[in-house]
Nanobody, 120 residues
């Protein structure tokens, strides 16, 4: 059974930091591209960051470049999203996802999401 379990969300003040984690099981984690998506209230779900299976290549949405860092530990089957200098517009539900294709941006497995709220 495939499972993706996110943790680390919460309420933080603007300028603060959070580290999201996503623990994966039920599939060969080291073969999959891992994504972090987010969905803000009333908006579509969008890709925030992506990391290829080896961890050597990462991609970021323009809105988070320089503030967010995606990383993975293939020995622990875990992907992380370090979020620094958070802004109110980063408020969203953050979803971890996995996709098998290295060049097609498609997620095959999804987590349940973790809420991030940025507010003073």
């Amino acid at each position: 059974q495939v499972r993706l379990v996110e943790s680390g969300g919460g309420l933080v003040q603007p300028g603060g930091s959070l580290r999201l984690s996503c623990a994966a099981s039920g599939f060969i984690f080291s073969n999959y591209v891992m994504y972090w998506h987010r969905q803000a209230p009333g908006k579509e779900r969008v890709v925030v960051a992506r990391i290829l299976a080896s961890g050597a290549t990462t991609n970021y949405a323009d809105s988070v470049k320089g503030r967010f860092t995606i990383s993975r530990d293939n020995t622990e089957n875990t992907v992380y999203l370090q979020m620094n200098n958070l802004k109110p517009e980063d408020t969203a539900v953050y979803y971890c996802a996995a996709g098998i294709h290295p060049t097609i941006w498609r997620s095959d497995y999804w987590g349940q999401g973790t809420q991030v709220a940025v507010s003073s």
